[in-house]
């Protein structure tokens, strides 16, 4: 990256260095086409939500910009960071799965590392450490939130997004998820949020286009 020449070179460092500043938002997604689309092929949906967010994430670059060995710059994509929950301690797991740009692939990485590594308890599932261009998200399906905002306590090295969904709920016939995205204002505004989430719903309205 061109930090020199970057576009958003006071931003940063106004969002970094005077003010630092990150922003949440929090909109209701109708899910109802890929709910039901993936119930028509015996799929589940969280890996569909992963991969969706994950594909747009990929279209997008100010998502994706990090620190490495003190120079900014940005990944070509972002694997998704999620956690296993454990039914039997109540407990969770980190686990990653490998972002592919065709669903079935991404599915089918989705299904293994289940298949492999969902019932190993402790911080880490799956043995390997989330790789560097890996992003946070999750589902809270116990929740029905209108809002919802990540606090972190420690330095970061990359401005990658937080996404989170909640609990999903009818109404006129329709089911709905609430999604939640946080963001670093050093790399984000209000309209690259925005873009975002308008290209969620309409991915999420049209399961056709990616699945």
């Known amino acids: 990256m061109d930090f020199d020449n970057w576009d ?3 931003y940063f ?34 890996p569909a939500y992963l991969y969706l967010a994950s594909k747009l994430i990929a279209e997008q670059q100010e998502f994706r910009i990090s620190k490495l060995n003190e120079q900014l710059g940005y990944y070509e994509i972002l694997h ?47 043995p390997d450490t989330p790789p560097q261009n890996s992003f946070m998200i999750g589902m809270l399906p116990w929740i029905k939130f209108t809002s919802y905002t990540p606090v972190p306590y420690a330095d970061i090295n990359n401005y990658f997004p937080v996404i989170q969904a909640g609990q999903f709920f009818d109404r006129e016939g329709k089911k709905f998820m ?34």
Not at 14 to 38: C, H, Q, R, W
Not at 83 to 94: I, L, P
């Open 178 to 211: 609430p999604l939640s995205i946080t963001v670093h204002h050093a790399v984000a505004d209000g309209y690259h949020v925005g873009l975002f989430l308008e290209k969620f719903k309409t991915g999420i309205a049209d399961p056709e286009s990616w699945a």
């Open 13 to 46: 460092y106004y969002f970094t260095k005077m003010l630092p500043t990150g922003f949440s938002i929090s909109v209701e997604a109708d899910i109802t086409n890929t709910y039901n689309m993936m119930k028509k092929q015996n799929k589940k949906f969280f």
């Open 80 to 126: 998704p960071s999620y956690a296993c929950f454990h039914q039997d301690d109540k407990t969770m797991s980190n686990m990653w799965t490998e972002y592919d740009p065709n669903f079935e692939v991404f599915y089918h990485n989705y299904m293994e590392d289940q298949d492999k590594y969902a019932d190993n308890h402790g911080i880490l599932a799956k």
């Open 8 to 10: 958003r070179k006071q």
